[in-house]
């Protein structure tokens, strides 16, 4: 399939300039990656598979920062690490935490720019949000996220540390000589926070090789989930590269209304998209392909759009996520009734399709979809910023 535009962002995107000449940063660094590196700082190439396997454990299995902690290591060994390398996490500036037992994390990366983390516990699995971007470029009209503008794409380390530090909030990294501990926390991991991932491909690809190896954070992949909202000729390289399970940003069921909700449907409209879902690698009924579908009131909520739904759904092994608008001040939406929201999702069950009702979480500390960094912003911004920013400011 030939896409019909170019895979670009609408902005200029800032890289992430490495610091030249210091310290090198482990955290986000592949095997291949790692084991350069050690061998650049003189472990002999003998040895290199050896000690990238112990660092390894020492840093994701078991939570460790300090190399002088690294016992299975001869102390000049040690001493030339931290010579090299350094473990470091992006820095927790805030926790909240909802009367609903969900957490938010505002945490500083290098340069001073901020995202936000979500954990959301359940009782039969816990859940972590992650961010992909600092700020967004898809402009989902629904979204305050997509208000934000973008200012970078995250380091594989930047992602990777999301999940590090969510540990270290959770206690959840193992003790040594303690009994397994055999459930875990963060059971799940789901890549809709802020930014679009497929925009950062190559970094949410080597971060979630970090995360999946099983010597480590040991997360497999059918434990995590990523969210495009359609970024169509890098879906395939998702199945091949990464193989996590797939959720697209859907929202509607025309065009007309898709390049309002989501505007990257304008490059990449409906067909485009759902031909590209259906050659998915290795899509079966195990490994379903996830549709996000935010319910707006008036907008795409009608009994005819779940009809549509559901033939635009045909030959595609899927689920449908149904999500109550989360309100934010100055947005342009209302969230659909329950009436109407429970009606759109029969319709959908009726097809044989699932089509859960998302319980809104987290809205009290605004850790919700769609709303990841709304109140830190609008903490700093005036009343006519934000109105502009949505699109509602008069003349």
Not at 167 to 183: C, M, N, S
Not at 193 to 216: I, S
Not at 284 to 302: A, K, Q
Not at 358 to 369: H, K, L, V
Request: glycine share 8%; charged share 25%; proline share 5%.
């Amino acid at each position: 399939m030939t896409p019909t535009a170019p895979i670009t962002q609408d902005v200029l995107t800032l890289p992430r300039k490495l610091p030249e000449g210091g310290p090198v940063n482990i955290v986000g660094l592949t095997r291949d990656q790692l084991r350069d590196a050690l061998i650049a700082a003189g472990t002999p190439e003998k040895q290199a598979k050896m000690r990238l396997g112990q660092v390894w454990q020492w840093v994701y299995h078991w939570g460790v920062r300090d190399f002088a902690q690294m016992t299975n290591l001869a102390k000049d060994y040690r001493a030339l690490l931290a010579q090299h390398f350094v473990i470091e996490l992006p820095q927790v500036v805030t926790r909240q935490i909802s009367e609903d037992g969900t957490r938010k994390y505002l945490v500083r990366i290098a340069g001073g720019h901020e995202v936000e983390v979500v954990y959301i516990p359940e009782t039969d699995r816990g859940t972590l949000c992650i961010s992909s971007q600092v700020g967004c470029t898809l402009t989902c009209s629904f979204c305050h996220t997509g208000t934000q503008k973008l200012v970078r794409n995250l380091t594989a380390g930047e992602i990777v540390g999301q999940v590090m530090l969510a540990r270290d909030d959770l206690g959840e990294w193992p003790v040594q000589g303690a009994p397994k501990e055999e459930i875990r926390r963060i059971s799940n991991i789901v890549l809709m926070g802020m930014g679009e991932p497929l925009y950062n491909f190559e970094n949410v690809r080597d971060a979630m090789k970090v995360v999946m190896d099983n010597e480590g954070i040991a997360l497999g992949r059918r434990r995590i989930t990523l969210s495009t909202s359609g970024v169509v000729p890098e879906i395939a390289r998702t199945a091949t590269e990464i193989g996590c399970l797939l959720a697209v940003s859907f929202h509607a069921t025309t065009d007309e209304v898709r390049d309002q909700l989501v505007p990257i449907n304008k490059r990449w409209n409906i067909a485009t998209l759902l031909e590209a879902l259906k050659a998915y690698p290795g899509l079966s009924n195990s490994e379903r392909i996830t549709f996000e579908y935010v319910m707006l009131d008036g907008v795409n909520d009608t009994k005819e759009d779940a009809h549509r739904l559901v033939k635009l759904l045909e030959g595609i092994p899927a689920k449908v996520n149904l999500i109550p608008f989360n309100e934010w001040p100055g947005a342009p939406y209302k969230r659909s009734s329950g009436n109407r929201i429970h009606t759109f999702a029969d319709i959908i069950h009726n097809a044989g399709y699932a089509s859960p009702i998302r319980t809104p979480r987290g809205e009290d500390i605004m850790a919700a979809c769609g709303q990841l960094k709304s109140a830190t912003e609008r903490a700093r911004k005036s009343a006519r910023e934000i109105a502009a920013e949505a699109g509602l400011a008069r003349g």
